[in-house]
């Protein structure tokens, strides 16, 4: 406090000495995301005096008379602001000016640069997006942590930091996981025991793509994308230096992290660089330590871009490194753990270009090569299973304007080459796998009906480097699918603030490598896994319908889905143990199954201060012979009320979930929970310099509680009481 004062002394010490008569200055800044609001009108009510925020989101007025005047700020983003400033008593003021931002049907674009934003996109951005104050309050250890009380998400876990999110009951590479729209390659798919290869602290914003627009990035329709937005190939030249300073803590693992980020204008060039650090010791829980739940993580980024008025071209490297424990304890596991190391090394190419008519907007290509390393270890410091996968990625999207009944869209191609190569303990056999594809995505309206349609063709081949004709599990050898997946949705206003909609899908997945070739055991899952190299590619059609309410002060929205599936693939606990490693036996297998279910969201404004928010997520999953289908998440939801004025927030919530006892065979049912939590979130200004700190206090009665998806929920609960501590400071 006492910076703060000693810089509006020396500022207005400054004005003095310069012979103003009186002056008014200060900064806008988005409430949000707390960065500068350029290009706003701030504006003296009763006279043409106004002035316009630069892009560091300073003004300045001077000379002005020592009298009280009535302000107003105005953006088109944000909703406009009032108040009032009494020069009589202070000859000089420096304000910090906060914007809300504003619901329009101009919102942003979902997923960057692939369209048009639709009203869609505005209801996406309400319900299925974390940006701003809301993901540096959320952010967690992992990405599936952060967003753990998503409504419709659920976390899968093996520990703290192998964690991955499941929606609407549904993992695997069903829920696909990529950064500014490119899929992340590494191996979380494939198995518990596998960790998620990239730090949620530096990203700008989490989002969870459903609909037609998936089909842009998975055939997947019934689950959906998790896109990370970091626009780590810059797409704008900034004025000046952009720069973050940030730190994090938790108490339940003395964990810390430190990160610096910065984007540099050097035009026609922009260059953004990044760099994090993060280590956390083992978990603690109401009734002690999860022993080997330890992480260590290095993550690094450069990026660049050449931005003319045609486009851009632009290229970026990042090297993630991560090691962590996989706890040991339970059935089939060894007892002190495992650990893995394991290293993501990414070089992105970018391109694109506009096009000046009325047809075609832009040309956008992108290609990256993924070098992927994970190595597992017993306790004894021994390798027991190593994997290497390199891939190569591209697509083509070709994205138009508005054309007859069409209001904008995306017609586009990809490629995906895999090498997967095995050392150690590992029974599958090295694999090469090759996807090509085909898609197309467009959004059109007719009278008060909006319509997303989405339909995508894969190619898809799987070839071991050598054939097995004689394994135990069946011929190992060369497979071949043919797949389509489609989604329409369709949006009625009826009226300007009630939608109805309804969407439905034809969905596609083909098997990975490892359901369809593994014949071993896998060291970190503590597993004994069998393939089925006779598979078929699991298919599906899905169902949602879909109300939302947005007044002026109350978003609600109420969400009841079904998804019918042929051969939905499991790896499924045969109940059976493998005596030569003492681990138990999973099979996978095509089963038909059902999944069904409702969600909720309610976000009410009470008054000028408080807000009310509530979720509630349920999910049933069944074969169709009626037995449970396993790894089903409960019943969850969650109530939160805030405190909120334009610089501080404080809440509290609560987060629980219903009894899990519609199980399948072999899986352990879990009892329900209530867990207490609270939260603390204050934005300041000193300077040039805007500062932002979160405090959340999870858990806060230290209750013991289970989660569904864990594997090692027989052991240990979940984290006890935690305190959460993020800063950071924009430059």
């Known amino acids: 406090m006492g910076v703060i004062l000693l810089y509006l002394i020396m500022y207005s010490t400054s004005i003095y000495s310069s012979g103003m008569k009186s002056g008014l200055s200060g900064f806008v800044i988005d409430s949000e995301t707390s960065k500068p609001v350029a290009n706003a009108v701030i504006q003296i009510l009763g006279s043409d005096i106004y002035a316009t925020s630069k892009e560091n989101g300073s003004f300045q007025f001077i000379k002005l008379e020592e009298k009280q005047y009535q302000i107003k700020v105005t953006h088109i983003s944000y909703q406009e602001k009032l108040f009032q400033v009494d020069l009589a008593q202070h000859r000089t003021q420096n304000l910090i000016v906060y914007l809300l931002p504003r619901a329009i049907n101009l919102s942003p674009v979902i997923i960057t640069g692939e369209s048009k934003p639709t009203l869609f996109d505005e209801i996406n951005e309400l319900s299925n997006v974390l940006k701003g104050k809301e993901l540096q309050r959320d952010l967690s250890l992992t990405l599936a942590s952060t967003l753990r009380n998503e409504t419709g998400l659920a976390i899968r876990s093996m520990g703290p930091a192998p964690a991955r999110p499941v929606v609407r009951g549904l993992g695997q590479n069903r829920v696909l996981i990529s950064e500014d729209g490119i899929t992340s390659s590494d191996l979380s798919a494939t198995s518990p025991d596998h960790a998620v290869s990239l730090e949620p602290f530096t990203v700008e914003r989490i989002e969870v793509i459903r609909g037609p627009k998936v089909l842009l990035q998975t055939p997947t329709t019934i689950g959906g994308v998790v896109n990370i937005i970091r626009k780590e190939i810059p797409d704008e030249i900034h004025n000046q230096i952009h720069a973050s300073i940030g730190g994090y803590?938790?108490?339940?693992?003395?964990?810390?992290?430190?990160?610096?980020?910065?984007?540099?204008?050097?035009?026609?060039?922009?260059?953004?660089?990044?760099?994090?650090?993060?280590?956390?010791?083992?978990?603690?829980?109401?009734?002690?330590?999860?022993?080997?739940?330890?992480?260590?993580?290095?993550?690094?980024?450069?990026?660049?871009?050449?931005?003319?008025?045609?486009?851009l071209i632009g290229a970026s490297f990042r090297n993630f490194e991560l090691e962590y424990g996989v706890p040991g304890g339970f059935v089939g596991a060894h007892p002190n753990g495992v650990d893995i190391q394991l290293y993501r090394r990414q070089l992105n190419l970018k391109s694109k270009i506009e096009f000046n008519n009325d047809y075609i907007k832009e040309l956008e290509s992108n290609y990256s090569y993924v070098l992927y390393r994970h190595k597992e270890f017993e306790n004894s410091g021994r390798i027991g299973s190593e994997f290497k996968i390199q891939t190569h990625l591209a697509k083509l999207n070709l994205?138009?304007?508005?054309?007859?009944?069409?209001?904008?869209?995306?017609?586009?191609?990809?490629?995906?080459?895999?090498?997967?190569?095995?050392?150690?303990?590992?029974?599958?056999?090295?694999?090469?796998?090759?996807?090509?594809?085909?898609?197309?995505?467009?959004?059109?309206?007719?009278?008060?009906?909006?319509?997303?349609?989405?339909?995508?063709?894969?190619?898809?081949?799987?070839?071991?480097?050598?054939?097995?004709?004689?394994?135990?599990?069946?011929?190992?050898?060369?497979?071949?699918?043919?797949?389509?997946?489609?989604?329409?949705?369709?949006?009625?206003?009826?009226?300007?603030?009630?939608?109805?909609?309804?969407?439905?899908?034809?969905?596609?997945?083909?098997?990975?490598?490892?359901?369809?070739?593994s014949e071993g055991p896998h060291l970190a899952a503590y597993s004994y896994e069998i393939g089925n190299p006779e598979l078929k590619a699991e298919t599906g059609f899905g169902s949602e319908f879909f109300i939302y309410h947005k007044f002026e002060k109350l978003f609600f929205n109420i969400n009841f889905f079904y998804n019918n599936l042929d051969n939905y693939i499991i790896p499924r606990n045969t109940g059976e143990i493998n005596f030569a490693t003492f681990l138990p036996v999973y099979a996978s297998e095509g089963v038909g199954a059902e999944f069904y279910g409702m969600e909720n969201q309610v976000d009410w404004k009470i008054c000028r201060y408080f807000t009310f928010i509530n979720s509630l997520s349920f999910t049933r999953g069944i074969f169709?012979?009626?037995?449970?289908?396993?790894?089903?998440?409960?019943?969850?939801?969650?109530?939160?009320?805030?405190?909120?004025?334009?610089?501080?927030?404080?809440?509290?919530?609560?987060?629980?979930a219903g009894n899990q006892d519609k199980v399948d065979k072999f899986e352990e049912p879990t009892s329900g929970y209530v867990i207490l939590s609270n939260f603390y979130q204050y934005n300041f200004q000193i300077g040039h310099m805007i500062h932002s700190i979160a405090l959340s206090i999870d858990n806060v009665l230290n209750k013991e509680y289970r989660n569904h998806l864990s594997r090692v929920k027989s052991i240990l609960p979940e984290a006890g009481r935690n305190f959460r501590l993020s800063y950071r400071m924009f430059i």
Request: hydrophobic content about 35%; proline content about 5%; glycine content about 8%.
């Open 624 to 656: 169709k012979s009626g037995a449970s289908l396993p790894q089903i998440p409960p019943i969850k939801g969650k109530v939160e009320i805030r405190y909120n004025t334009d610089n501080f927030i404080i809440g509290l919530s609560t987060e629980w």
């Open 249 to 311: 803590g938790e108490s339940a693992n003395k964990g810390y992290l430190g990160s610096v980020l910065t984007e540099i204008p050097f035009a026609p060039f922009s260059f953004k660089m990044e760099l994090s650090r993060r280590e956390t010791s083992d978990l603690m829980t109401p009734v002690g330590k999860l022993n080997n739940s330890y992480s260590e993580n290095l993550n690094y980024s450069i990026g660049s871009s050449f931005i003319k008025n045609w486009g």
């Open 399 to 517: 994205n138009h304007n508005s054309y007859g009944l069409l209001n904008n869209g995306t017609v586009g191609i990809s490629f995906e080459l895999r090498e997967y190569e095995v050392g150690g303990f590992v029974f599958n056999p090295p694999s090469n796998s090759l996807n090509l594809s085909a898609y197309l995505f467009e959004t059109f309206n007719y009278d008060r009906f909006h319509f997303e349609l989405g339909t995508r063709y894969n190619f898809d081949l799987i070839k071991p480097l050598k054939e097995k004709p004689d394994a135990k599990i069946g011929y190992i050898r060369k497979r071949v699918f043919n797949t389509y997946s489609f989604s329409i949705s369709s949006l009625y206003e009826l009226s300007d603030i009630v939608f109805a909609g309804i969407n439905l899908s034809k969905s596609s997945r083909v098997p990975t490598i490892e359901e369809l070739f």
